[in-house]
RNA sequence: GGAGGGAUGGGAGAGUGGUUGAAUCCGGCGGUCUUGAAAACCGUUAUACGUAAGUAUCGGGGGUUCGAAUCCCCCUCCCUCUUCCA
């Protein structure tokens, strides 16, 4: 959530963001809405005021007697009129509140303006694309002869965009975990923990992906959802809590499965392991200081990237202009990985910095050491990285003329010494 | 699932209708003392809105009352006992 500060005192300013963003909110309304609530809230409280006076008086018993039976009469007006002004003002605050979470995070003056995510800029490209010398397979090929994927019985056994993920592949995907786990614990200053998978909707606004894209998600009969990233318990493990300075910055990591609902994109990477309703993610979160943020959120993306390069996949990293960054996030980087069969780069992870936006709207906030104020901390996020994604970009960078695929050097020791996924023969 | 108990300031914990925004203790901060530290002692120590007067806040919502942390109702969460279970 912004400030409404900023929408009181600086109302274009939210507007060209909305426009640069390409989405649009009724903010005139809001500030209307705003108004009315100022002059409630003021004729309110004089009622108030003069309610409190005359109990004071009753109470002390200063009042003769029959002066005190109009006094009390009175003062009975006055609590009805309070009782009305009362349920009003609230109505009218949860109004504001439900539309001020409707609107999206500022945007940081590096965050280019653009009209689609074809404008995002590209910043840099690493490692040598694979030259092949026999035609290229998609992954989902290449995973269906080794008989590691299994789509149609992950279908069997749920739905559409689940798969079944068998013997190698999944060694693979429980390897690729614990690899980037181990680098971000140990080497990144990363503490591991294991969050509940089931959020509630507190936790869910918190990080913004509630009230407006509940779409999104699966929610469950009893009013939890399923997250749809470890970015929501992670970010909101401090939720209503005031931290000390020195705590910070507070580097949490997890590795979880993530649940979409994916509305929206039928039609889209039907097939393969690209797009699932239930993928492996490891993800980073830091709440920081708000003015180390922007340095964090480079370190962020350093940590990320490196997964990547001890992996040998090529990668490239983008920008996110204003049409396509998200909801909760000032800026945004994109790291997408090499994928042959496609001939382009795919996303593979996400590296924001949400400034205040989600500590604004989930309450968390740290005491300055020199005393004052306290003050909301800053959210970042990134993926390091969406697992299953992972596992395409080795399928597809690693694969050999005969099929099968060879194992990056650094999982070798996860693999148990497996070097290579290999056609499996049944006797 | 069954029965009961509870939710108060950073923490512990008083407070059953009228200067109680809230005793006391611990913690935090400042000071006295000390070469320094500890101990002791003194002071101080919530948040939001508002230029201010002021208003609101004792889990959340509603009600009773001139007046509610305090009484009544609903909801949420937590705990204990019991049952079941990886």
Not at 410 to 419: E, K, N
């Amino acid at each position: 959530m912004i400030d409404i500060k900023i929408l009181r005192n600086d109302p274009e300013q939210v507007t060209a963001t909305l426009k640069n963003r390409k989405t649009d909110v009724d903010l005139q309304k809001i500030l209307d809405l705003d108004n009315e609530r100022k002059e409630i809230i003021f004729r309110l409280d004089q009622i108030k005021q003069q309610r409190n006076e005359n109990s004071g008086k009753i109470g002390k018993g200063k009042v003769d007697p029959l002066e005190k039976q109009t006094l009390i009469e009175e003062t009975r007006r006055l609590g009805d009129e309070i009782k009305t002004g009362d349920s009003k003002l609230r109505d009218l605050t949860d109004e504001i509140n439900n539309r001020m979470l409707t609107i999206p995070n500022s945007l940081h003056e590096s965050t280019p303006i653009g009209q689609s995510e074809e404008d995002n800029p590209e910043n840099y490209r690493w490692g040598k694309l694979p030259v092949f010398d026999f035609p290229v397979k998609h992954h989902a090929d290449l995973a269906e002869q080794l008989d590691i994927l299994d789509a149609p019985r992950g279908v069997k056994l749920a739905h559409s965009r689940f798969t079944l993920v068998k013997g190698a592949a999944a060694r693979l995907e429980r390897a690729l975990m614990n690899f980037m786990l181990d680098i971000h614990t140990e080497n990144h200053g990363f503490e591991e923990v294991i969050p509940p998978l089931l959020i509630n909707s507190q936790c869910l606004t918190g990080t913004g992906q509630l009230p407006k894209f509940e779409e999104d998600l699966f929610k469950t009969t009893d009013g939890l959802y399923l997250l749809p990233t470890a970015e929501v318990p992670l970010t909101n493990i401090y939720r209503e809590e005031i931290l000390k300075e020195d705590a910070l910055p507070v580097y949490l990591t997890a590795h979880t499965p993530c649940f979409r609902s994916e509305a929206g994109s039928y039609g889209k990477d039907t097939k393969g392991y690209i797009r699932q309703h239930q993928f492996n993610k490891v993800e980073l979160v830091k709440l920081t200081h708000p003015d180390k943020s922007y340095e964090e959120l480079e370190l962020l993306l350093k940590n990320a990237t490196e997964i990547l390069e001890r992996l040998e996949l090529p990668y490239r990293v983008i920008s996110l202009c204003s049409a396509d960054i998200g909801f909760s996030a000032a800026k945004c980087y994109d790291i997408e990985v090499w994928v042959p069969s496609e001939d382009r780069y795919r996303e593979i992870s996400s590296c924001s910095n949400c400034t205040d936006f989600q500590a604004r709207r989930a309450n968390i906030r740290f005491k300055p050491n020199e005393g004052g104020k306290t003050r909301y901390v800053h959210t970042l996020n990134g993926s390091a990285l969406a697992v299953g994604r992972t596992v395409v970009a080795i399928l597809e960078n690693n694969q050999m003329s005969d099929g099968s695929i060879k194992i990056p050097e650094v999982l070798i020791p996860y693999m148990r010494g497996l070097t290579k996924i290999e056609m499996r023969t049944y006797d």
